[in-house]
């Protein structure tokens, strides 16, 4: 596990938390721990990751990892604009959405599309993560405002059934219109 001091004495666990837990299980006391000195931003962006590791991980665990470590970019003072890519770039020349597809295995174009759920009310975003509603109709789905988003919430309970993505995208574009 990685660990960081903090100001009071003690210490804030950043990745671990499940050797922690399977330790606790086992009966164990102690586990073995690295103590690293890290900001809040280089914290944050190591808890993604260790996260991102998992084997399984829901569309919106995803979805919110990414905007949390494009925050955390951006504190660094480096652009993490992950929904334009026209506006800057990063020092490396590459924009931060391609260093976090390629430290996530990723391309920067699914990266978008992921961080694109962020924009989901919760309801979609449950029925996302529950794989009612796949992840590419989704993707278009986060595009209508937040009301016609409950909107076909509710039209989608009625009909019992969920959006293909060429629904959806008729649906965006209607919306847009």
């Given amino acids: 596990a990685?660990?960081?001091?903090?100001?009071?004495?003690?210490?804030?666990?950043?990745?671990?938390?499940?050797?922690r837990y399977a330790s606790m299980l086992a009966g164990k006391e102690t586990m073995p721990v690295i103590i690293r000195e890290?900001?809040?931003d280089t914290a944050t962006i190591l808890m993604v990751d260790s996260n991102l590791q998992r084997e399984h991980i829901l569309p919106s665990e995803r979805a919110k990892a990414y905007q949390?470590?494009?925050?955390?970019?951006?504190?660094?003072?480096?652009r993490g604009d992950l929904t334009s890519g026209q506006v800057g770039q990063k020092l490396s020349g590459k924009e931060s959405r391609e260093i976090i597809g390629e430290q996530a295995g990723e391309s920067a174009r699914q990266v978008q599309r992921y961080m694109r759920l962020n924009n989901l009310i919760p309801?979609?975003?449950?029925?996302?993560?529950?794989?009612?509603?796949?992840?590419?109709?989704?993707?278009?789905?986060?595009?209508?405002p937040?009301?016609?988003?409950?909107?076909?919430?509710?039209?989608?309970?009625?009909?019992?059934t969920s959006p293909s993505l060429s629904q959806a995208q008729r649906l965006k574009k209607a919306s847009q219109e």
Avoid: C
């Fill in 2 to 19: 990685i660990v960081r001091p903090m100001e009071n004495g003690e210490y804030e666990m950043i990745s671990g938390h499940r050797r």
């Fill in 38 to 40: 890290m900001d809040d």
């Fill in 68 to 78: 949390m470590k494009m925050e955390a970019l951006k504190h660094q003072g480096q």
């Fill in 123 to 144: 309801e979609i975003l449950d029925l996302v993560d529950d794989k009612k509603i796949a992840f590419n109709p989704a993707v278009e789905l986060s595009y209508l």
């Fill in 146 to 160: 937040k009301e016609e988003q409950r909107e076909f919430v509710q039209a989608m309970e009625e009909a019992q």
